[in-house]
Antibody, heavy 121, light 106 residues
Framework: EVQLVESGGGLVQPGRSLRLSCAASGFTFDDYPMTWVRQAPGKGLEWVGFSRSKAYGGTIQYAASVRGRFTVSRDGSKSIAYLDMNSLKTEDTAVYYC????????????WGQGTLVTVSS | DIQVTQSPSTLSASVGDRVTITCRASQSISSWLAWYQQKPGKAPKLLIYKASTLQSGVPSRFSGSGSGTEFTLTINSLQPDDFATYYCQQYSSYATFGQGTNVEIK
């Protein structure tokens, strides 16, 4: 059974950093792209970033709103995807989801339960 | 960046109704479009990908159509479990979600 479990969310002050983790199980992690999506309270979904599978070079893409502040990475030996968030702003407050990509794309067939990040002083 | 415009933002319907949601892309995305369903407090669930391919386990009352810049999600005979928010997503270039459509009970 495919499972994605996010952790690392919490309350953080503006300007500080936070690392989110997404532990994957039930599939061969290195064969799939992994994506981060966020949802601000009461708002819609926003694509954050994406790392391709190892087979496709592991390249990474970011949304313009987070480029230069957020870093997507992955550890195949542990089957964990990471989202490192720096210089956090109040507008980064959201539930952050990790999700598995279908057929090397940003089409997302399995999602984690999400972890809430609150940026506030 | 490719923009995606979804309509309507809210749709009131009754059990048994046929409902249609529209998604328009700012440029051609071929068939690289997905539809998701989200219920309050839950993660989104993939319903349809590549514009018209039903994800495994999704009831056949859901269907998708379109290509290029115009797409539709149709739910035939709306069921109580279908009241939720629906999002389209283009994945031709990076990814962009539509604003969402809240399907509520009439």
């Amino acid at each position: 059974e495919v499972q994605l479990v996010e952790s690392g969310g919490g309350l953080v002050q503006p300007g500080r950093s936070l690392r989110l983790s997404c532990a994957a199980s039930g599939f061969t992690f290195d064969d799939y792209p992994m994506t981060w999506v966020r949802q601000a309270p009461g708002k819609g979904l926003e694509w954050v970033g994406f790392s391709r599978s190892k087979a496709y070079g592991g390249t990474i893409q970011y949304a313009a709103s987070v480029r230069g502040r957020f870093t997507v990475s992955r550890d195949g030996s542990k089957s964990i995807a990471y989202l490192d968030m720096n210089s956090l702003k109040t507008e980064d407050t959201a539930v952050y989801y990790c999700a598995r990509g279908l057929q090397n794309s940003n089409c997302l067939d399995f999602w984690g339960q999400g972890t809430l990040v609150t940026v506030s002083s | 960046d490719i923009q995606v415009t979804q309509s309507p933002s809210t749709l009131s319907a009754s059990v048994g109704d046929r409902v249609t949601i529209t998604c328009r892309a700012s440029q051609s995305i071929s068939s690289w479009l997905a539809w998701y369903q989200q219920k309050p407090g839950k993660a989104p669930k993939l319903l349809i990908y590549k514009a018209s391919t039903l994800q495994s386990g999704v009831p056949s009352r859901f269907s998708g159509s379109g290509s290029g810049t115009e797409f539709t999600l149709t739910i035939n005979s709306l069921q109580p479990d279908d009241f939720a928010t629906y999002y389209c997503q283009q994945y031709s270039s990076y990814a962009t979600f539509g604003q969402g459509t809240n399907v509520e009970i009439k």
